[in-house]
């Protein structure tokens, strides 16, 4: 059983450019979570989805980020128009629906995203 | 608010224990984890508790966990090198929202 998977691992991209990261859950795992980390700092949680829904997205920004989680294929966080101040680790984590340990949630290796 | 707590810098010889501190603030969290995240790296999560626990025993590691306090530690035993890195105590709420701290970063001396 893979774990979360994310793609790209690192990305560069030029201010004004557009970040698309993705995000696979674990297979299952219908609940997905993005957490940025900027340099120096520790997590932030961004935002939560189950499939085709956002439940939570009190931690985005209100502007240029947006997140869906489609009824088929990963889970993508988009960043339009970047700049600097974006550089970060972005990590996405899945749970499962139900099961004896609902609130474990299992994390991806992380992109690293540079704004130059 | 929703807040969790650390000391952000821990410093102990080899062969030590480390111990870990960490402070939440949400009553109603349901489960207690400890991550670690090596340089360049993503997060792992080491060990986790729910709530109704009181102590979570792992090999080297051992969870206390003061609900009464709201009060959370990571113990490592004997620790080695290989163990620095940084720690982050979080905790998930009741809407299934995990709120991480800033991290503790543990550095062994040989």
């Known amino acids: 059983n893979a774990g979360v998977m994310q793609n790209p691992r690192h990305l560069v991209r030029r201010r004004g450019q557009e970040a698309r990261l993705r995000c696979s859950p674990m297979?299952?795992?219908?609940?997905v979570y993005w957490y940025r980390q900027l340099p120096e700092e520790g997590l932030k949680f961004m935002v939560y989805l189950q499939k085709e829904n956002i439940i939570d997205e009190s931690g985005m920004p209100k502007e240029r980020f947006s997140a869906e989680f489609p009824k088929e294929g990963p889970s993508i966080l988009r960043i339009q128009q970047v700049v600097r101040g974006d550089s970060a680790a972005y990590f996405c984590?899945?749970?499962?629906?139900?099961?004896?340990?609902?609130?474990?949630?299992?994390f991806g290796p992380g992109t690293r995203l540079t704004v130059t | 608010g929703e807040d969790v707590e650390q000391s952000l810098f821990l410093s102990v010889r080899e062969g030590d224990s480390s111990v870990i501190n960490c402070t939440y603030t949400d009553s109603s969290s349901t489960y207690l984890y400890w991550y670690k995240q090596e340089p360049g790296a993503g997060l792992q999560l080491l060990t986790y508790?729910?709530?109704?626990?009181d102590m979570k025993q792992d090999q080297r590691l051992t969870v206390l966990l003061n609900k009464k306090d709201k009060h959370l530690s990571l113990r490592i035993a004997d620790t080695q090198t290989g163990d620095s890195a940084i720690y982050f105590c979080a905790e998930k709420t009741s809407y299934d929202k995990v709120i991480f701290g800033p991290g503790t970063s543990l550095s062994v001396i040989p």
């Open positions: 297979k299952g795992h219908s609940h």
């Open positions: 984590a899945s749970s499962a629906t139900s099961g004896g340990d609902r609130g474990r949630q299992y």
């Open positions: 508790i729910f709530s109704n626990m």
